[in-house]
């Protein structure tokens, strides 16, 4: 039988084997360039500069100004209101 600690890593290595297997059967280059944007973050590397595009800087802008503006919400309250907005779909 295995240690907590080692069961802990075990599952850790099933689970990353999952997402390898996974990944190998996507062929939507968007996706897997999300997922690997996804990775360069967790792991703070990036080929390249961040390049945002025009929407995406708009966006960024106008959630600033919300913030500036005091039109913003904490982590646990913006979980609530999603959670609440999950259960009405």
């Known amino acids: 039988m295995l240690e ?22 996507i062929e939507n280059e968007s996706i897997l360039e999300n997922i690997l944007e996804l990775i360069d973050l967790e792991l703070n590397t990036f080929e390249d500069d961040l390049q945002l595009n025009n929407e995406q800087k708009s966006a960024l802008d106008e959630g600033l100004k919300d913030i500036e503006e005091g039109r913003s919400v904490s982590n646990d309250e913006a979980r609530k209101i999603i959670d609440e907005w999950m259960k009405k779909k």
Request: no cysteine.
């Open 4 to 25: 907590k600690s080692g069961n802990s890593l075990y599952l850790k290595m099933r689970t990353k084997e999952k997402i390898i297997e996974r990944i190998q059967d």
